[in-house]
Structure formats: structure tokens, C-alpha cells
């Protein structure tokens, strides 16, 4: 995939993945599946893979029901097109909290999506998480004066 696409669809390719962290830090797991095709694949490195959106949609939910509040930034986006399917790259910036938003973990990394047009408009057939920051514990981080 090499080329540009449609200013709209590039913009659609930014519209599910915001969709996607919207859904995640509302705990909407309707509007969480309207980012993924049924069939989809996600690789999510140490934390897992799935093969379908069910398996996918579960984990999601079950694991962020022990979890406390929730902000995933979504930067960066790079969209290019074969001419029918889209490869969407951006940058994530997640902060997780455990219950009682005193202490959590910072993911940073970056979604690679395969995206593609169904009949309810574009959604991700494939996605990669690359994790290239772990920070756990905030809480504790989070009271240090900044040097500089």
C-alpha cells in the first residue's frame, strides 16, 4: 500500500480508531464493536491474541471491569490505501488507573490496522499493538518533582 487516500476515508480510518478509545475509557462495549469486523484478528504482544471480535470484546470488558478510570490518546495518524483496503498507523498513549485512580499503568505504543470497507463504513479486519513504554504504578511516579 502506497498510495493516498480519499481525504474521507482518511478521515474515517481517524474516526474508528478515536471511536475505539472512546469506547474503551466509556466502558462502551457496543460502541467498542463497531470498530471491528467479526472476523477480526488482534495481536496485542504479551497481553494476547484473538482470532474474532467475541473473544476480542470480552477480554476488553473483563479485564477493564477491574480497572479504575481510563484516557487513551490517539496521535499520529499515518493512512494509506491499495485503492480498497486502508493501513492506518497511530500512536497510543494510555493511561490506565486501578480502582480508586491512585495508582495504574502507562502503555505507550502504536496500533497498526488493516482496515476495511463493510455495508456500516470501515473497520479494522487486523490490528498489531506495539508496546515500546511500560510504566506501572503512577501513583508513585506521579508525586516525584519533575527535573529539568
Do not use: K
Request: with cysteine; proline share 3%.
Amino acid at each position: 500500500m502506497t498510495g493516498d487516500p480519499d481525504p474521507r476515508d482518511r478521515q474515517a480510518a481517524i474516526d474508528v480508531a478515536v471511536r475505539y478509545a472512546t469506547a474503551i475509557d466509556r466502558r462502551d462495549w457496543t460502541l467498542f464493536r463497531t470498530c471491528f469486523t467479526a472476523d477480526c484478528t488482534a495481536d496485542y504482544g504479551q497481553v494476547g491474541t484473538w482470532q474474532d471480535l467475541d473473544s476480542f470484546a470480552l477480554f476488553m470488558q473483563e479485564i477493564h471491569a477491574r480497572c479504575g478510570s481510563s484516557l487513551h490518546r490517539i496521535t499520529n495518524h499515518a493512512v494509506e490505501t491499495d485503492g480498497y483496503d486502508l493501513r492506518s498507523r497511530c500512536y497510543v498513549d494510555a493511561i490506565v488507573l486501578a480502582p480508586g485512580n491512585a495508582t495504574g499503568t502507562r502503555a505507550i505504543g502504536w496500533y497498526d490496522d488493516l482496515l476495511t470497507r463493510t455495508e456500516a463504513g470501515w473497520r479494522i479486519r487486523e490490528r498489531r499493538f506495539e508496546m515500546v513504554h511500560l510504566s506501572l504504578d503512577l501513583g508513585a511516579n506521579a508525586a516525584a518533582p519533575a527535573s529539568g
